[in-house]
């Protein structure tokens, strides 16, 4: 992302591997692209006198959107309380973000917020457009929200590609598509793989 770089592959006898996007139909589209739509429906909302908004997970999330939206628009950004003091960790390692918290109403037309999710109903509806930031994005659509496909997670491709390049004799997955993803690495792969136990199961590794 414009923050993090990507996990590097290590050469490993067992590999345990999170398989929220583990598959076949969650293909994201390049990052870049997805940044040039971000800027673009902002730039284009404000122009309407709108206020975008914003809701995504205020770690990780939030700067990325922060960062972006303070490279490439002249909007002032504002965000939520929670979002701010993970803002001034991110400073404290010499990431620019420039962004306040609220005080008061923002300027339509002028202003940018990017909050927590949950916070949809608490902004003067009509001059407010609403956005989200998921993977899901490539799958569903939401009423009312424009959705852009921008995830912190590896999709199904990237994750074949991290296993393959780990080398590992032995994967296990965890969590969302995990039977899927195993699947697939032992099908395309070679390598064995399975699930983890659930809570409350256990399995010598």
């Not at 929220?20 to 739509?37: D, H, L, Q």
Request: aromatic content about 12%; proline content about 7%; charged content about 25%.
């Amino acid at each position: 992302s414009l923050l993090t770089e990507a996990a590097e592959p290590v050469d490993c006898d067992i590999l345990i591997l999170e398989a929220t996007y583990g598959s076949p139909g969650y293909r994201f589209p390049s990052r870049n692209a997805v940044y040039s739509r971000i800027v673009k429906w902002t730039v284009e909302e404000a122009g309407k006198g709108r206020i975008p908004v914003f809701h995504v997970y205020p770690v990780g999330k939030a700067q990325e959107i922060v960062y972006l939206l303070n490279q490439y628009t002249s909007l002032q950004v504002y965000v939520h309380p929670k979002i701010a003091r993970v803002n001034r960790a991110h400073r404290r390692f010499r990431v620019r973000l420039e962004a306040e918290t609220l005080e008061g109403k923002p300027e339509p037309g002028r202003t940018v917020l990017v909050y927590p999710k949950g916070f949809l109903g608490s902004f003067e509806a009509g001059r407010v457009s609403h956005a989200i930031a998921t993977g899901w994005a490539v799958r569903y659509r939401w009423m009312g929200l424009e959705a852009f496909p921008l995830s912190s997670h590896a999709d199904f491709p990237q994750l074949l590609s991290y296993v393959k390049a780990s080398r590992p004799k032995k994967v296990y997955t965890c969590y969302g598509f995990s039977e899927a993803l195993a699947s697939a690495i032992r099908r395309k792969l070679g390598i064995n793989a399975e699930p983890l136990p659930s809570k409350g199961e256990f399995k010598e590794l």
